[in-house]
């Protein structure tokens, strides 16, 4: 079974810019689940969806934001790009069960300039 | 809210010793509770985690962790290093999509 997919795997944007990071989970997975991963700050949980809805929230500005289509594919957007915002931003995708285990994927690197 | 500590930032041992990598947390209700291991330039890889029952849980790479309710700890352990378990530890309670992850330990097994 083929892992979690994340495109593209590197990005660089300016200041102001805006970019939009795509996630496809592993087949039969529905949820989805972006988290920021930056030196200072560790990793931390952006958001999480399940059938197309927002389930779970992390403390984030509202420049970022997400969605999820009807075949579980997720993309998370981040809008008015800032330098701190460079980050490596990973995806995961588990079952239904609040005890399944979520399986990550190789993650997007975003370098803000 | 929910929270984790990974006390120590380090863990060096010598290849063929036994390692230990430090967690506690502090859930509310019963906790659901996470190991991964990150390796320089990629994702999280799953290795073990704790629901209910056996204290004593095994996991991938002959890692296991010890849970221990009383302790409010979540031990990860592995009887014999290898230099290949050279890598950042992450422990994480959490049940759902959103895992709390703590700040990381680095292991450096040495030959």
């Known amino acids: 079974k083929a892992g979690v997919t994340q495109t593209p795997r590197y990005l660089i944007k300016t200041r102001g810019q805006q970019v939009t990071l795509s996630c496809s989970p592993i087949s039969g997975h529905r949820s989805v689940s972006w988290y920021q991963q930056t030196p200072g700050q560790g990793l931390q949980f952006l958001f999480e969806?399940?059938?197309?809805?927002?389930?779970n929230k992390g403390n984030f500005p509202g420049r970022f934001s997400g969605r999820q289509f009807s075949n579980s594919r997720s993309e998370m957007n981040v809008s008015t790009l800032e330098l701190g915002d460079s980050a490596l931003y990973l995806c995961?995708?588990?079952?239904?069960?609040?005890?399944?285990?979520?399986?990550f994927g190789p993650g997007t690197r975003l370098t803000v300039l | 809210a929910q929270s984790v500590a990974q006390p120590e930032d380090q863990v060096n041992v010598a290849e063929g010793n036994p390692l230990t990598v430090k967690c506690t947390y502090s859930?509310?209700?019963?906790?659901?509770l996470f190991w991964y291991v990150q390796y320089p330039n990629r994702g999280l890889q799953f290795l073990l985690k704790?629901?209910?029952?056996?204290?004593l849980v095994k996991g991938s790479y002959g890692f296991e962790a010890e849970f221990n309710k009383s302790q409010t700890s979540f031990h990860l352990k592995k009887p014999s290093a290898l230099v290949s378990d050279s890598a950042l530890y992450f422990c994480?309670?959490?049940?759902?999509?959103?895992?709390?992850f703590g700040k990381g330990t680095t292991l450096s097994v040495s030959s």
């Open positions: 995961a995708s588990r079952g239904l069960a609040g005890s399944d285990t979520q399986y």
């Open positions: 859930v509310s209700g019963n906790p659901y």
């Open positions: 994480a309670p959490g049940g759902g999509g959103a895992l709390i």
């Open positions: 704790y629901i209910t029952g056996d204290n």
């Open positions: 969806y399940f059938s197309e809805t927002q389930r």
